[in-house]
């Protein structure tokens, strides 16, 4: 229940040095102003993405956005794990738990995000729960507030119905365009969204097919 959750006041009221001490430490020791989150995963689950991104993207801090409680402890515990195994590496990775229906500007500033990553979110397939899904139009436009214009949105699913409902409402929301096929087959971040995640791993393993739809946050007119 969400009166549970602690829900930040603003994206300065979260503690962002305790998710990333030794980036902020580094970027205050070279009198750098403090780093700010670009990558986002909503609904981490175990984390798999987020720690790939912080590997391939090291100068981006990456942060996982979790519902579940014991899930987001299982990624925290993750990432330290890494840093201890790899010093100097996966500094830039951490994780909340929030619910990312409700709270993602509470994190973010306008603007902020250069990639958005929503990977196997729950299909909530009956029609009276389909408010429920993570992609739909009165979010897109939030979502679309806190990226960069030129900014991509990730997304991909192994039930069709939510692929299809997904790029539906993409392709109707004017603050958003379709990346054309050939860019997302050159993006490194594209060829993560299936060997990146548990779900993913599983769904290739078994050979599923999955939906993928990525999107640019347009350049403001
Ligand atoms: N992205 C991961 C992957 O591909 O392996 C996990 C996929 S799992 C099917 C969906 C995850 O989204 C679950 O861990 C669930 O707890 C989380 N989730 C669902 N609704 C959420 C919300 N509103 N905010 C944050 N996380 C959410």
């Not at 069709?160 to 054309?180: N, Q, S, Y």
Request: hydrophobic share 45%; glycine share 8%.
């Amino acid at each position: 229940n969400d009166q549970f959750f602690d829900v930040p006041l603003s994206p300065k009221h979260v503690n962002w040095a305790e998710i990333y001490p030794e980036a902020y430490a580094a970027a205050a020791a070279a009198g750098q102003p403090p780093p700010l989150v670009r990558f986002a995963d909503v609904g981490c689950g175990f984390g798999g993405l987020t720690v790939k991104l912080a590997e391939n993207f090291p100068g981006k801090l990456v942060v996982g956005m979790e519902l579940r409680d014991k899930v987001t402890e299982y990624v925290k515990a993750r990432v330290i794990a890494l840093r201890l195994q790899s010093p100097g590496s996966y500094h830039n990775a951490g994780v909340v738990r929030t619910n990312a229906m409700k709270c993602l500007p509470n994190y973010f500033a306008k603007g902020q995000l250069e990639k958005l990553f929503f990977l196997f979110a729950d299909p909530h397939f009956k029609a009276a729960n389909h408010r429920r899904r993570i992609i739909q139009t009165t979010l897109l436009a939030e979502y679309a507030f806190i990226m960069a214009p030129g900014g991509i949105l990730y997304t991909i699913t192994d039930v069709e119905e939510l692929g299809i409902w997904m790029k539906e409402k993409l392709d109707a929301h004017p603050l958003f365009e379709a990346v054309p096929e050939v860019e997302v087959e050159r993006d490194p971040a594209a060829a993560l969204l299936l060997q990146g995640t548990e779900e993913g791993q599983k769904v290739a393993r078994n050979g599923g097919k999955t939906w993928r739809a990525v999107y640019r946050r347009i350049q403001d007119t």
